[in-house]
């Protein structure tokens, strides 16, 4: 699989190791940058050149870094054809509920979901909040996971589409 991958100065480190390890698991990467640190960077500059990549095909999907991932997914969600989620950390709470109603042990269970309902070609991960070790196991997960194709989920996917003319 094709990966757009970027971020800012706050996951500049992070990236450079995803990178390797998706790689490792066989799939190519193209980083968007930044290609050297500048603790002054402006995320837009990057996560627009790997949203645009995936929008138009360039890439399959993208995975983007920043410090609470938030502004990196709504640039990315600019763009679109682009469906780009959050992960900014393991859930805490007293229990997970699964996409099909049932108690899940995962800590990583919206990530999946993202990619179920949604049909999310973009995942923006916070990389001040979540360990290097999460991030990869998050990615995998992520890329690992189908879209559902029930038809009320794709039948909300194309409206997202649709509407956004």
Not at 3 to 20: N, V, Y
Not at 133 to 151: F, G, H, M, Q, R
């Amino acid at each position: 699989m094709k990966i757009a991958l970027a971020t800012d100065h706050s996951g500049f480190e992070q990236l450079k190791d995803l990178m390797a390890y998706l790689e490792s698991l066989g799939h190519e990467c193209q980083d968007y940058g930044p290609q050297t640190l500048n603790i002054n960077d402006d995320y837009p500059d990057f996560i627009f050149k790997a949203a645009q990549a995936v929008a138009n095909g360039e890439c399959e999907c993208g995975v983007v870094l920043g410090s609470s991932g938030q502004g990196e997914a709504i640039a990315a969600n600019r763009l679109k054809g682009v469906r780009c989620g959050v992960y900014y950390g393991p859930a805490v709470i007293g229990r997970i509920i699964d996409a099909n109603g049932r108690v899940s042990s995962s800590p990583y269970e919206i990530v999946r979901l993202t990619r179920q309902h949604n049909h999310a070609n973009m995942l923006s991960i916070a990389a001040r909040f979540v360990s290097l070790n999460d991030i990869k196991a998050v990615v995998k997960l992520w890329l690992e996971t189908p879209y559902s194709e029930e038809p009320r989920h794709v039948r909300r996917v194309d409206k997202l589409d649709r509407l956004a003319d």
